[in-house]
C-alpha cells in the first residue's frame, strides 16, 4: 500500500526566500506524480503534473522533481511571495487508478 | 483549462436526514470521478471511485450503504449521505480525470462542499 510522507509538516519563512518541500513515497510503480496548493477552507489547486518518465517539470516559480527510484519529489519554490502560504499537498499516482495524498507542508510566507 | 463544479459549497442538515453533493467535469467528459474527504487540519482521504455506468469502488472502512454514489452520465457522479450523523461532518471534495477509457492522467478537483450536520 503506497504510503507518502512530506518534510517538513510546517514551515513559516520571510518574503523572497527561495523553498524546498519534499515529498517521499514508498511504492515507486507510479504512473505520475501530481502537486496542489490548498488555501484554508478551500479545494485543491493543481500546480504541477510530472509523468513517471520525466525528471521535473517547471511552471514560472515552482520547479517540481521526481526521482521515481528512489521515491521523491521535491518542490521548489523561488522567491517566494505572502500569496504563496497554503498549504501543499504532493500525489503519486498509484497504478493510474488514484492518488494517495501526502499529509501536506502548511507553508506561512511573511511579508 | 479542464473545470470541475460541486454542489453545494455548503450544507447544514440535521442528523438524520441524507444530503446529495454533486460533482460535475464542466468541460470534459470523465470516466472516472473520485470523492475525497477531509477532516479538519487532516489530509485528503479518498472514499471511493465513482465508474460511469458501473458500480463505485469503495476503500476500505468506507460504508457503501452509507455514501451512495450515482455516475449517470459522462459528466456527473453524485454523492448522497444517507442518515448523517455529526461525525460525518467533514469536507467532501470531488474529482475527476478527463478521458473516456479511464487510465492514468491528471485530476482535476472540484472546490469541495462543507457539510455540516447538527
Known amino acids: 500500500k503506497q504510503e507518502v510522507t512530506q518534510i517538513p509538516a510546517a514551515l513559516s519563512v520571510p518574503e523572497g526566500e527561495n523553498l524546498v518541500l519534499n515529498c517521499s513515497f514508498t511504492?515507486?510503480?507510479?504512473?505520475?506524480l501530481q502537486w496542489f496548493r490548498q488555501d484554508p477552507g478551500k479545494g485543491l489547486t493543481s500546480l504541477l503534473l510530472?509523468?513517471?518518465?520525466?525528471r521535473e517539470q517547471t511552471s514560472g516559480r515552482l520547479n517540481a522533481s521526481l526521482d521515481k527510484s528512489s521515491g521523491r519529489s521535491t518542490l521548489y519554490i523561488a522567491a517566494s511571495q505572502p500569496g504563496d502560504s497554503a498549504t501543499y499537498l504532493c500525489?503519486?499516482?498509484?497504478?493510474?487508478?488514484?492518488?494517495?495524498f501526502g499529509p501536506g507542508t502548511r507553508l506561512s510566507v511573511l511579508p | 483549462g479542464a473545470v470541475v463544479s460541486q454542489h453545494p459549497s455548503r450544507v447544514i442538515c440535521k442528523s438524520g436526514t441524507s444530503v446529495k453533493i454533486e460533482c460535475r467535469s464542466l468541460?470534459?467528459?470523465?470516466?472516472?470521478m473520485f470523492w475525497y474527504r477531509q477532516f479538519p487540519k487532516q489530509s485528503l482521504m479518498l472514499m471511493a471511485t465513482?465508474?460511469?455506468?458501473?458500480?463505485?469502488?469503495?476503500e476500505q472502512g468506507v460504508e457503501k450503504d452509507k455514501f451512495l454514489i450515482n455516475h449517470a452520465s459522462l459528466t456527473l457522479s453524485t454523492l448522497t449521505v444517507t442518515s448523517a450523523h455529526p461525525e460525518d461532518s467533514s469536507f467532501y471534495i470531488c474529482?475527476?480525470?478527463?478521458?473516456?477509457?479511464?487510465?492514468?492522467?491528471?485530476?482535476?478537483f472540484g472546490p469541495g462542499t462543507r457539510l455540516t450536520v447538527t
Open positions: 474529482s475527476a480525470r478527463p478521458g473516456t477509457s479511464g487510465g492514468a492522467g491528471e485530476q482535476y
Open positions: 511504492d515507486s510503480a507510479i504512473y505520475n
Open positions: 510530472i509523468q513517471s518518465s520525466q
Open positions: 500525489a503519486p499516482d498509484n497504478y493510474g487508478q488514484n492518488f494517495v
Open positions: 468541460d470534459f467528459q470523465a470516466t472516472t
Open positions: 465513482s465508474n460511469e455506468g458501473s458500480k463505485a469502488t469503495y
